[in-house]
């Protein structure tokens, strides 16, 4: 039996994967993509809330792009994206990306860079095994924060934060769920993921 495929494209990328049968109809996940101007007409924000948070796939995934403003820092943009509005303030949207930006900048210090390494060549290597080095402490305590400003802030208003390392911090990826609302009705906990 042939089973032809076909794609249903958007503006930026394919959104569903859909063969032809009536009976099989399977939605593939969002990735997230450069967006210059509005979202296209076809895209789930403002749109009845359809998912849940860990459960389903995220109805689109909201890219926060790098800001290389200050040149070659490891930090994100702080531009409040207007997909987020009436899900969390632009305020909240700030101090979110400044508390990343803060730890990233951290991160990448030279200064603890320079005396990690020279620790490491002078005892042979053998100081890893002792201690972490200042970046490892870093990323923890980013990925520590993220999981909070989730639990906190994001998942409550159908938003998830993904881990930025998964893609080299070149951007910073927010799933878009359900709404509040919506939320509230189901009996099922919320479960945040992170990839």
Not at 27 to 42: E, I, K, N, Q, W
Not at 47 to 70: A, F, N
Not at 84 to 104: K, M, S, V, Y
Request: with cysteine; proline share 8%.
């Amino acid at each position: 039996m042939c089973v032809a495929f076909r794609y249903l494209t958007s503006a930026l990328s394919p959104k569903h994967f859909v063969s032809s049968s009536s009976a099989t109809r399977r939605t593939r996940p969002p990735v997230s993509a450069y967006l210059f101007g509005p979202p296209p007409p076809d895209s789930a924000y403002g749109t009845d809330p359809v998912g849940q948070l860990g459960v389903h796939h995220p109805r689109e995934i909201l890219r926060i792009e790098r800001d290389y403003s200050g040149g070659e820092i490891v930090q994100f943009s702080p531009t409040y994206p207007l997909e987020l509005e009436g899900r969390i303030t632009p305020t909240q949207f700030l101090e979110t990306i400044n508390a990343f930006n803060e730890i990233l900048i951290s991160a990448y210090s030279l200064r603890h860079g320079f005396i990690d390494n020279a620790l490491d060549i002078f005892s042979l290597h053998l100081s890893r095994l002792v201690m972490s080095t200042h970046y490892d402490r870093e990323m923890k305590r980013l990925k520590r924060t993220m999981d909070q400003l989730n639990t906190e802030l994001y998942n409550p208003v159908g938003l998830n934060i993904l881990w930025p390392r998964r893609v080299g911090f070149l951007f910073l990826e927010i799933e878009y769920y359900v709404r509040p609302s919506f939320i509230a009705g189901l009996a099922a906990p919320l479960i945040c993921y992170s990839q």
